[in-house]
């Protein structure tokens, strides 16, 4: 059974409507070292990151009212060692930027916790066909990422 959303949360839910989502920057790269059509997969881990760095209301000339919500991703493949950091042989990471336009302006907490419950939402297709397409240039091993994924 599905989780009830609270009263400020289905507030900011009904007065925006996802209007945009673009990435912001990215960053890609295998170490010096490591060369992923020659190397023994089997013994790398994937990694991932998430999270929603921040928000914010933008007012335009035209007077309508904007949220943005800043999502970074990334995965990297690590070589573990035992009893130390793993070592980072590749990663992909990227910042994206979801708009949304809102009808009214809604207080910060709704603002906040639509930001943290379900920007994300928007963002992860996105993710996953960057970091999909991002594997294929660079040659590293495919991640193929659930349709969504989130521990909210």
């Not at 590749?90 to 419950?117: G, N, R």
Request: glycine share 2%; aromatic share 10%.
């Amino acid at each position: 059974m599905a989780a009830k959303n609270s009263v400020s949360l289905q507030k900011a839910i009904d007065s925006l409507s996802i209007q945009d989502v673009y990435l912001k920057s990215s960053q890609a790269e295998c170490c010096e070292d490591f060369d992923p059509k020659r190397t023994d997969h089997t013994e790398l881990l994937v990694q991932q990151m998430h999270t929603v760095r921040r928000s914010e209301v933008l007012k335009t000339n035209e007077g309508e009212l904007i949220l943005k919500v800043y999502v970074r991703l990334g995965a990297r493949w690590v070589l573990p060692i035992e009893n130390d950091d793993p070592e980072v042989k590749a990663f992909v990471e990227a910042d994206f930027i979801a708009e949304y336009s809102m009808a009214e302006l809604l207080e910060t907490e709704a603002v906040e916790e639509f930001s943290l419950k379900n920007a994300s939402f928007h963002v992860w297709p996105y993710w996953r066909e960057f970091l999909s397409s991002q594997c294929e240039r660079l040659r590293l091993p495919r991640v193929v990422l659930p349709t969504v994924q989130f521990n909210c």
